[in-house]
């Protein structure tokens, strides 16, 4: 029905000044109306021939069980892994019960088929792209020894310049 009123419509805007160029417009309009459909429906159907890239970050630490916050997000507990966006720098948080807690960051580089530009053909080619990056942390154990504790203070206090009171 649509496409009836799309034809019409440019048979009332273009007058034929004789029956051939009547003929003649109708066979461009339907072969215009053929190409359009053709397009359309090869857009349809590539559209659901595109691959995906899938993005995932893998976090392990020894020991295993700390509890991750990628950004001041909590993710979860390690070994995990975490999809995400984009690429670039991660601030990284990792805590567990008898281990000092770590405050670092991650790197999360792109591979070559998915930078700048070479993403795009990425997207839309017909293959799932698979980008992994991996991250290992090393948790130290907390050191409750208050004898070492007063040591490290009486010497940090010797390079600041400060001088120590005895009580």
Known sequence: MRAERYFLSYKVII?????????CSDTIFIMTGQKNIALTTLLA?????????????????DPSGA???LNDREVGRTPIEVEFLHYGKYDVRLRLNG????????????PWWDGLGADFFAEI????????????????????????LIER??????TVGGEIEDD
């Open 99 to 110: 281990y000092e807690s770590m405050l670092t960051f991650g790197d999360a580089k792109p």
């Open 153 to 158: 203070a009486n010497n940090l206090r010797s």
């Open 15 to 23: 007058s034929p000044q004789s029956p051939a160029e009547s003929i």
């Open 45 to 61: 159907v590539s559209a659901f021939l595109c691959g995906c890239v899938e993005r995932t970050i893998s976090i392990t630490s």
């Open 125 to 148: 080619m017909p293959a799932d792209l698979h980008s992994q990056i991996s991250w290992h942390y090393v948790l130290e154990p907390i050191n409750n020894d208050l004898g070492a």
């Open 67 to 69: 509890l991750v916050w």
